[in-house]
């Protein structure tokens, strides 16, 4: 099956410390990205990345942090510096660039909360 | 700043009837524009996307564009307890760095 996986489904964090969500794809896209949801919200854009190796700050990158070393991976860290890190934590995929809008398709979702 | 407004809802509609969901956008260099569902708890997923003025029917659902007046919406016809959600509407405001934004949602709660 072709689609996007995150995990954990749930996760649990203590104040200050560092956590890592796990997003990957196997849809061969380029193009891969992080947004935060808040209730009663829009999707708000953390990071994105267009190809390995690269990636651009999006509307909220303050306190996150990622890599792309691979194609099928984008994993987000949720720094200590994040002072309010509770949300629905949401990665996407699409197979062009960000300026081809191009259908973005959403993995289903991390729900993080700081205890 | 670009922005995209939607009607917070819920929108209440009887089992079998059209629900109608707007979305109006700040920047007139839109270029694309996305309506996704999202179920409480869920990820969103696409339900379809239109570029051009004008309609664009893909089985029960019509998306509607109006570039001249910065709307778009969704049609519902005949609507079914199991197309109560939230809907989102996404505009690609295009350029080198374009990405998408996101209205905040509508709350469709359709009743049998």
């Known amino acids: 099956d072709g689609g996007i996986t995150q995990s954990p489904k749930y996760l649990f964090r203590k104040e200050g410390q560092n956590v890592t969500l796990s997003c990957e794809q196997n849809l061969n896209h380029d193009a891969m990205y992080w947004y935060r949801q808040d209730p009663g919200q829009g999707l708000r854009l953390i990071y994105y990345?267009?190809?390995?190796?690269?990636?651009q700050k999006g509307d909220i990158a303050e306190g996150y942090s990622v890599s792309r070393e691979k194609k099928e991976s984008f994993p987000l860290t949720v720094t200590s510096a994040q002072k309010n890190p509770t949300a629905f934590y949401l990665c996407?995929?699409?197979?062009?660039?960000?300026?081809?809008?191009?259908?973005?398709?959403f993995g289903p979702g991390t729900r993080l909360t700081v205890l | 700043q670009k922005e995209v407004e939607q009607n917070s809802g819920p929108l209440s509609v009887p089992e079998g009837a059209i629900a109608s969901l707007n979305c109006t956008y700040s920047d007139r260099g839109s270029q694309s524009f996305f309506w996704y569902r999202q179920y409480s708890g869920k990820s969103p997923e696409l339900i379809m996307f239109?570029?051009?003025?004008g309609d664009k029917e893909d089985g029960r659902f019509t998306a509607q564009l109006n570039k001249a007046s910065q709307y778009v919406s969704l049609l519902i016809r005949d609507s079914q307890p199991s197309d109560s959600a939230t809907y989102l509407c996404?505009?690609?405001?295009?350029?080198?760095?374009?990405?998408?934004?996101f209205g905040k949602g509508t709350k469709l709660s359709v009743k049998p």
């Open positions: 239109i570029y051009s003025n």
């Open positions: 990345s267009q190809i390995v190796n690269d990636f």
């Open positions: 996404a505009v690609h405001y295009g350029g080198s760095q374009g990405n998408l934004i």
């Open positions: 996407a995929s699409s197979r062009g660039s960000p300026s081809t809008a191009d259908t973005q398709y």
